[in-house]
């Protein structure tokens, strides 16, 4: 219902359909500036005037959104407060949200208020999906095995959920077995409208950066730090600046063999050459049409990769059409068509008149899109396949960097011989694919490559084609309707002849739940030093991400997967090699066997019907029986276990007062880390498996835990002792106070080596404030809360950039760690810094958002930097401490 006090409900009209009447804010009203705004924009106009109430959203925010075409350009940018609809998250970061929540409840009892205020008000669902791994593949048991094992080791992981869902109103969770988060948020979650008393856009924030998948059905999403999604769904509005719209313009139409993905790929490649960081990205022109809801959705997705916070297509007739598709029904569909049109939010690619005013335009001809691949470590690093084979050998002797991997003339015919587990003897070399693997939000949700993947499989066997038994390969579809489709239109044996199992449903091999491969295998490449190949269908690649024995790894469509599995190496040119022989002796080459994009859609009408999302979404709440079995303990207050490994009550309030602390300087800190460009969230806060010898596994190894129940950083993000001995563990960290790659750094002044979390141990007893030096784009990749709150356990106080990636920076705000940026064209490089030293950072009691602050170095030197707090609000959250500690002070 709109509030009484809203200035705006002058705007308030009323919708007649199917015999019901319902309110809504009729944009429609506010003139030529709102009919200019891009379709993304409306989205941010039509939320702050609906929560419109002169305290978290002011009538100055309405103002300046619709000034949009104005306020875009302002030197410093312009803040806006935006509510979003609802709030979306996975279980790695749902976990440690839920432990938040319940902690401040008893932080909240504690300081003497009620902890039943803490409660989601913006409705929240989680659907648990990244603790599934690959333990077993290309045995037809393999899915029950994996899923019986997840529950083995998560148990008190999904008990402690199962409560949450019955502790907290207004969260919904979604069992483990149902699929990927954002394919269930498309084909299931999302409104698109919300259908209440007053009608209004759906709109989401995730704590997974892939939340940006839904744009793709014209659900304006983005993916946010835990912390920051925490707030909203504590009813907080979300403070930014207000983007810049870039207008991307797709015309003409996609080559009959090419597919979604290689679009995708071509497309971050393009927009992360252009620079969109921070930016709306909004699709448009006659090319769009074209596009099925799962191929927008493809690129909605990637848009992570190439930098921008939204990737936008608003809905259309396409839209509708899937809606009804995914068994959404006729009266709800009638409802979103005739509101999207009131309010002009309904869009028609093809005519020019509506297209809005953007910041900038750029356009693609989709018919230049050629057969892609991206990699070896970065996913906007896209390799055309008729030039991988080049490019791949070149990598090979490239200096080490993100497209190299610095090998010698002599050690770039290196071999390795390994005995399997058949009995026979194998022969890799560098190119050789280990794993292939079907996998990801980006490509599961789409039809069209996924029965496009399993054409290709059938028309491999029937030629007589087979993959090495060695070979890792998986299919984890994104929810069960994939499974229905792939199995009516009887394409399953053939996958699974080529060892294409179904094995598991959720994020797996993309997120690094990749499993083991054979330890003949692994001991090969680590004895060689063999750079062996990943292929997968996923939407990130960076070094040691998917799995420590891959040095190379490369995205591509689920077709790819299955060819460069056929082939068993990426060192192949497949327009001149053949992938083998028929029977008859005759070469068998991929254009033989890859289907056209007709082939696909006649197999794809014939086999995608509601009557499968209805079958399978309608018990999708229910969960498997071990799910129903699981017992849960009964009241609102959590009653921790001290023996648990996995959950834990986190000590970011302890010490907690009802009265602000005044800000402080930060005297004499020392470097913990001083590390180069690009460093991501894996880097930061690994999610896969906990080495042997960390400093996390000497924890649980004292707990009486063996190294096979160790599990993943990523399933134990509940536990803050493992987590922040898992900060900055990733084995390709390359932090220049170590003298080699690792989760190693330099005590000082001792130059003692030792394990990170060892030596910030060391300086706290020495109460020793700690800081990190990095360069450019710091704690890029997926949205990470313990990216932020491992170093905040670490010591770590502030973090000297060149640049930061929005959703870290804002995490670290969120923890009470300050974001100081260096002065342009300064690093530590240029400044003569080499993490030896001693650092004095002058804070002023009055600081104020963009402050210019000194830091004193013990060699004499000094050197400005920029605070990056950006708004008010970061500067309000950072004096309480966090953005946690501002929401228990503000509840009391």
């Not at 009729?26 to 009919?35: A, E, I, R, T, V």
């Not at 907290?168 to 919300?194: C, K, T």
């Not at 009959?256 to 960081?277: E, M, N």
């Not at 760690?817 to 080499?834: T, V």
Request: hydrophobic share 40%; charged share 20%.
């Amino acid at each position: 219902m709109a509030a009484s006090n809203n200035p705006y409900n002058k705007l308030l009209k009323s919708l007649d359909l199917e015999g019901k009447r319902y309110k809504y804010y009729d944009l429609s009203q506010l003139g030529d500036k709102y009919d200019r705004l891009p379709y993304s924009i409306r989205v941010l106009v039509e939320s702050c005037i609906r929560n419109c109430d002169n305290f978290q959203v002011l009538e100055k925010d309405v103002r300046n959104v619709l000034d949009w075409e104005t306020n875009q350009n302002s030197e410093g940018g312009v803040e806006i407060a935006f509510k979003p609809a609802r709030v979306i998250l996975q279980d790695l970061t749902g976990v440690p949200a839920v432990v938040d929540f319940a902690a401040m409840r008893d932080a909240v009892r504690e300081l003497g208020g009620n902890p039943d205020k803490i409660n989601p008000i913006c409705p929240a669902d989680l659907v648990i999906d990244h603790s599934v791994q690959v333990d077993f593949a290309r045995t037809p048991d393999a899915l029950n095995k994996n899923q019986e094992l997840e529950f083995e080791r998560n148990q008190e992981r999904f008990q402690f959920l199962k409560w949450g869902a019955q502790a907290f109103n207004n969260m919904l969770i979604v069992p483990p077995g149902s699929g990927i988060v954002h394919q269930v948020n498309l084909e299931y979650l999302a409104r698109v409208v919300f259908t209440g008393d007053l009608l209004h856009p759906d709109s989401v924030v995730g704590t997974d950066s892939h939340t940006t998948m839904i744009n793709g059905l014209g659900v304006v999403g983005w993916g946010v730090g835990g912390i920051e999604a925490e707030a909203v769904m504590l009813g907080q509005a979300i403070s930014m600046l207000l983007p810049k719209v870039v207008g991307y313009k797709l015309i003409g139409q996609l080559n009959p063999l090419v597919t979604s993905t290689d679009l995708v790929l071509t497309i971050t490649k393009h927009l992360r050459s252009l620079g969109v960081v921070g930016k709306f990205v909004e699709f448009f022109g006659p090319g769009v049409t074209a596009l099925s809801i799962a191929d927008r959705a493809t690129v909605a997705n990637m848009c992570p990769e190439f930098g921008a916070t939204v990737a936008h297509f608003p809905v259309d007739e396409r839209s509708l059409q899937y809606l009804s598709q995914t068994n959404r029904s006729a009266e709800k569909i009638k409802i979103i068509e005739a509101y999207l049109k009131a309010t002009k939010q309904f869009r028609d690619y093809s005519n020019s008149a509506q297209d809005p005013v953007f910041s900038e335009v750029v356009e693609l001809d989709l018919a230049t899109v050629v057969t892609s691949v991206s990699g070896p470590k970065r996913p906007q690093d896209r390799v055309s396949v008729s030039v991988m084979k080049k490019d791949f050998n070149e990598c090979l002797s490239n200096k080490v960097g993100f497209k190299g991997y610095g090998l010698s003339p002599s050690q770039l015919s290196t071999t390795g011989s390994f005995s399997f587990s058949d009995g026979k003897t194998y022969t890799i070399t560098h190119g050789s694919v280990i794993i292939a693997a079907i996998t990801s939000c980006t490509n599961t949700s789409n039809p069209s490559v996924m029965l496009g993947a399993g054409l290709l499989a059938k028309k491999a066997v029937e030629a007589g084609l087979s993959v090495m038994p060695y070979i890792k390969t998986s299919l984890s579809p994104g929810s069960g309707v994939v499974t229905y489709y792939l199995r009516e239109s009887g394409v399953v044996p053939y996958l699974e002849k080529l060892g294409f199992d179904i094995v598991g449903y959720g994020c797996m091999t993309c997120i690094g739940n990749s499993g083991p491969i054979d330890d003949n295998i692994a001991n090969t490449i680590e004895k060689n030093e063999l750079v062996c190949c990943g292929v997968l269908s996923g939407n990130r690649n960076f070094e040691g991400r998917i799995h420590p024995n891959t040095r190379a790894n490369y995205l591509a469509s689920p077709l790819l997967v299955i060819a460069y599995a056929l082939a068993g190496t990426v060192d192949i040119d497949f327009e001149k090699e053949p992938l083998g022989k028929r029977a008859d002796g005759s070469p068998v080459f991929l254009r033989d066997i890859w289907p056209t994009r007709s082939e696909i859609q006649d197999v794809e009408n014939k086999h995608v019907i509601p009557g499968m999302f209805k079958e399978v979404y309608e018990k999708i709440e229910q969960g498997s029986p071990s799910w129903q079995a699981l017992d849960v303990p009964k009241g609102k207050l959590y009653c921790w276990d001290p023996n648990s490994t996995y959950i834990k009550r986190p000590p970011f309030f302890a010490g907690m007062t009802k009265d602000l602390p005044p800000i402080k300087s930060i005297p004499n800190a020392r470097c913990l880390l001083l590390l180069g460009d690009s460093v991501t969230t894996d880097h930061i806060s690994p999610a896969g498996s906990i080495a042997r010898n960390s400093p996390a596994a000497r924890l649980l190894a004292s707990r009486g835990l063996t190294p096979r129940e160790f599990n993943s950083y990523g399933s134990r993000r509940g536990n803050d002792a493992v987590m922040s001995r898992g900060t900055f563990a990733n084995i390709r960290l390359d932090n220049r106070l170590a003298p080699r790659a690792g989760p190693r750094t330099a005590h000082q002044p001792s130059g003692d080596l030792m394990d990170i979390f060892d030596a910030a141990d060391r300086y706290a007893k020495e109460s020793v404030p700690l800081i990190a030096i990095v360069g450019k784009d710091y704690g890029s990749g997926s949205s990470r809360d313990w990216a932020a709150k491992g170093p905040f356990l670490l010591g770590i106080r502030a973090v000297i950039a060149e640049s930061f990636e929005r959703i870290h920076r804002s995490n670290l705000v969120g923890m009470g760690i300050m974001p100081l940026q260096f002065r342009s064209g300064e690093n530590a490089d240029s400044l003569g810094l080499n993490g030896t030293e001693v650092y004095t950072i002058d804070v002023p009691a009055d600081l104020v958002p963009h402050q210019v602050l000194t830091v004193r170095v013990d060699n004499g030197k000094s050197f400005q930097v920029i605070v990056r707090f950006d708004t008010e609000v970061d500067l309000t959250y950072f004096r309480n401490g966090g953005i946690l500690n501002y929401m228990i002070r503000k509840m009391l």
